[in-house]
Nanobody
Framework: QVQLVESGGGLVQPGGSLRLSCAASGSDFSINAMAWYRQAPGNERDLVAAITSGGSTNYADSVKGRFTISRDNAKNTVFLQMNSLKPEDTAVYYC?????????????????????WGQGTLVTVSS
């Protein structure tokens, strides 16, 4: 069983910074892409930033130049550095990972797809 555990959310004033962390735990798995999504009350869950195992990144237009995603592949951990925070950044932030789990069925070896979500961490930007 692979789990994602997030940390780092909280209350911050407009213009402030926060750093979110998300660590994957379990056994015998490999992760490809990791990402952060967010969901504000009454809204859908939207992609904030994503990063591949090779370090390629993608950002939502609303956070470009303010947020930075990074990862430590050896520790299966992804980070989101959030600077110049705005009230509209207030949301529950969710970590997401996809990858594979080596599996044996009889004598056949194959890779079972892995997709897992974290429990979410609340970020509130308010004065």
């Amino acid at each position: 069983q692979v789990q994602l555990v997030e940390s780092g959310g909280g209350l911050v004033q407009p213009g402030g910074s926060l750093r979110l962390s998300c660590a994957a735990s379990g056994s015998d798995f490999s992760i490809n892409a990791m990402a952060w999504y967010r969901q504000a009350p009454g809204n859908e869950r939207d992609l904030v930033a994503a990063i591949t195992s090779g370090g390629s990144t993608n950002y939502a237009d609303s956070v470009k130049g303010r947020f930075t995603i990074s990862r430590d592949n050896a520790k299966n951990t992804v980070f989101l550095q959030m600077n110049s925070l705005k009230p509209e950044d207030t949301a529950v932030y969710y970590c997401h990972a996809d990858g594979k789990i080596p599996t044996m069925t009889g004598l056949t070896a194959w890779n079972r797809p892995l997709e897992v979500w974290g429990q979410g961490t609340l970020v509130t930007v308010s004065s």
